[in-house]
């Protein structure tokens, strides 16, 4: 749970978080309804996003809403219920994301590639274009898309994972300068390894997988979702009201190396 806000702070702004049903999402629904925000949870599992509007509690509130980020008449459809639900849109966490098993380059398969990009990057575009529409009508509004330490930084074996969160970024930096002068600011958020229930699962099938990791964080650990939460939180609240553009690295020092 977010330790930096107070539970008033995000009070009477409401938005989108899509990928709400685990992980990073859930964490982000959980830290924003504590700080006072109206959150629509979206994701492409139902189950998981109504749990996290159950497990979701404060000032604020949540509710669940389906949607495919590679859809983009299922995006569409999102902004618009939010927009009826809320009358605006003030934030929108663009987190939905799908991984990479991995494999060098030259044996990546188109399939593999278009999945990647469909949902990493075409998703985040979808969502900005019509989010960004709105919050224009509404007046402004602060958009935090989820990149990653490898937006910023490669890593062997994951071509397209890498190119669609540097891609990521790129649209961020875009869409900053764009909007800057019409009260919308874009960051990124790029988180480092997650402990999230995909990595208990990867690493329980592999005990040398855990150690790795850590190694590679100067840290000594992996990070916690609500660690990344709370970075989203600051990126949508006042507190950042000089910030725009930027790729936020919360990575316990990995790509300082
Ligand atoms: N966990 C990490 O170590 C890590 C590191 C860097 C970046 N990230 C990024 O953080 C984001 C969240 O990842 P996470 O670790 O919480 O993973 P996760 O698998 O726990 O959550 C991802 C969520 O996105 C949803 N989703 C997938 N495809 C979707 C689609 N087409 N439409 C709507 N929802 C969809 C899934 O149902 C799931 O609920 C992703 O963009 C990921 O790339 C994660």
Redesign the pocket.
């Known amino acids: 749970m977010s330790a930096v806000f107070d539970p008033r702070a995000l009070a009477g702004r409401a938005g989108i978080v ?8 859930r964490a982000t629904v959980q830290a924003l309804v504590a700080a006072g925000a109206d959150v629509l949870a ?4 139902a189950a ?1 996003g109504e749990e996290t509007v159950k497990l979701a509690a404060g000032t604020g509130s949540s509710s669940f809403a389906p ?4 859809e983009e008449s299922c995006v569409d459809a999102l902004v618009a219920t939010a927009v009826e639900r809320f009358g605006k849109l003030d934030f929108a966490h663009n ?5 990479f098993a991995g494999s060098p380059l030259h044996e990546v398969t188109n399939e593999d590639w278009e999945r990647l990009v469909a ?2 990057l075409t ?1 985040v575009f979808y969502c900005m274009r019509a989010e960004i529409g709105a919050m224009l009508e509404s007046g402004g509004g602060s958009v935090v898309n ?5 937006g910023v930084v490669g890593l062997p074996g994951q071509g397209p994972y890498v190119a669609a ?1 540097h891609g990521v970024i790129g649209l961020t930096r875009v869409a900053a300068l764009d909007y800057a002068a019409k009260g919308i600011r874009v960051n990124a958020v790029c ?4 402990e ?4 208990d699962e990867a690493a329980a099938a592999d005990p040398g997988l855990r150690p790795l990791i850590e190694a590679g964080h100067p840290i000594g650990r992996l990070g916690r ?1 609500p660690e990344i939460a709370d970075a989203v939180v600051w990126l949508v609240s006042d507190a950042s009201s000089f910030v725009t553009g930027q790729p936020i690295v919360v990575d316990g020092g990995y790509t300082a190396q």
């Open positions: 899509t990928g709400a049903a685990s992980g990073i999402g979206a994701d492409l599992d998981g949607v495919d980020v590679a987190n939905a994301g799908v991984v949902v990493d998703g989820t990149a990653s330490g490898v969160k988180p480092g390894s997650i999230t229930p995909l990595f979702s």
